[in-house]
């Protein structure tokens, strides 16, 4: 069975720091792209950033760009997210999603970052 | 790319048809001639669920209730017939380009 975890998420001061973590497990994980989303409470879901299956290959949002990190692990199937001088707005629920070329086609239950003093 | 979805409520009858639009600021024709079109459902309090990829291609395990259809920038996902279990937000994802993009999403609710 196909299964993302993520882990990582929790309280965080603005401007501090913050690395997720997405376990992935039922399949071969160094075979597929893989991407971040968030969502804002309530809200709609922004896609955050896409990393290849080799880890050679990363794209942002803009709003996140130079500010977050996209790298993987394929020998412990885990992907990341580095995330620095974290905002308000950057309080959401953030999941991993596999990449089957150009679809989403798995994705995690995702984890809670709240940014606040 | 903008992708603006209508209408963003949809109070459908039990085993009544939904339809939902979905247009792109442009073309989401890829280089290699495929339309990296996708409509996820998101459940109340579960992560999104991809049912449709590629404009039409239901995903493993979609009931054949849900469909999707449309071409260069404008896209439809339909449900026959809605059941108890539809009620969500449904949102589409183009894939084509960088920055991938959402629509804001349409909630789908029983009347």
């Known amino acids: 069975e196909v299964q993302l975890v993520e882990s990582g998420g929790g309280l965080v001061r603005p401007g501090g720091s913050l690395t997720l973590s997405c376990a992935a497990s039922?399949?071969?994980?160094?075979?597929?792209?893989m991407n971040w989303v968030r969502q804002t409470p309530g809200e709609g879901l922004l896609w955050l950033s896409f990393?290849?299956?080799?880890?050679?290959?990363?794209n942002y949002a803009d709003s996140v760009k130079g500010r977050f990190t996209i790298t993987r692990d394929n020998a412990r199937n885990t992907l990341y997210l580095q995330m620095n001088s974290l905002r308000a707005d950057d309080t959401a629920v953030y999941y991993c999603?596999?990449?089957?070329?150009?679809?989403?086609?798995?994705w995690g239950q995702g984890t809670l970052v709240t940014v606040s003093s | 790319i903008v992708m603006t979805q209508t209408p963003l409520s949809s109070p459908v009858t039990l085993g009544q048809p939904a339809s939902i639009s979905c247009k792109s600021s442009?073309?989401?024709?890829?280089?290699?001639?495929?339309?990296?079109l996708n409509w996820l459902q998101q459940r109340p309090g579960q992560p999104p669920r991809l049912l449709i990829y590629?404009?039409?291609n239901r995903f493993s395990g979609v009931p054949d209730r849900f469909s999707g259809s449309g071409a260069g920038t404008d896209f439809t996902l339909k449900i026959s017939r809605v059941e108890a279990e539809d009620v969500g937000v449904y949102y589409c994802?183009?894939?084509?380009?960088?920055?991938?993009?959402f629509g804001q999403g349409t909630k789908v609710e029983i009347k």
């Open positions: 999603s596999r990449d089957a070329i150009g679809h989403f086609d798995q």
């Open positions: 039922g399949f071969t994980f160094s075979d597929y792209w």
């Open positions: 990393i290849t299956e080799d880890g050679t290959g990363t």
């Open positions: 442009q073309s989401l024709v890829h280089s290699d001639g495929n339309t990296y």
């Open positions: 590629q404009i039409s």
């Open positions: 994802l183009q894939a084509t380009e960088f920055p991938r993009t």
